[in-house]
């Protein structure tokens, strides 16, 4: 978002504080260990702020959100500088599971290969006798 756009102009992202919160902490790779432990609180605490339990603090928010390279109104209002979801990632696994499918398919061929030869040489023994 540039710094000229006006966040009255975006539409707003529906989801809860805790669900923005945990969708940019995903995004930033983080488990919830570690970002308790950068920002110096329990993990039940982070659990609590991404379950809607309870909400961080603004002595804690600034920080929060700076962790998670997201915008405070983003967090609390759903407008402003989102997180940056890696698609990549999706991206890598859908390779991962068709070059797996691919290789099936493979060994598969070779297989039907193999049993047409055996059925054709036994076609042809039974032929010769």
């Not at 991404?50 to 407008?79: F, I, K, M, Y």
């Amino acid at each position: 978002m540039s710094d000229t756009t006006n966040i009255y102009d975006e539409i707003p992202d529906f989801d809860t504080i805790g669900g923005r919160l945990c969708r940019a902490r995903d995004a930033s790779t983080m488990s919830v260990k570690q970002l308790a432990l950068r920002l110096g609180v329990k993990t039940s605490t982070i659990k609590a702020w991404e379950s809607d339990r309870s909400q961080p603090g603004a002595h804690r928010l600034n920080t929060l959100c700076g962790l998670l390279s997201v915008s405070v109104s983003w967090v609390l209002h759903g407008v402003g500088a989102a997180p940056v979801e890696a698609e990549d990632e999706d991206e890598d696994e859908d390779i991962k599971a068709l070059g797996s499918q691919l290789d099936k398919l493979r060994h598969l061929h070779a297989e039907t290969g193999n049993l047409i030869r055996r059925l054709q040489n036994d076609m042809d023994r039974l032929a010769t006798n």
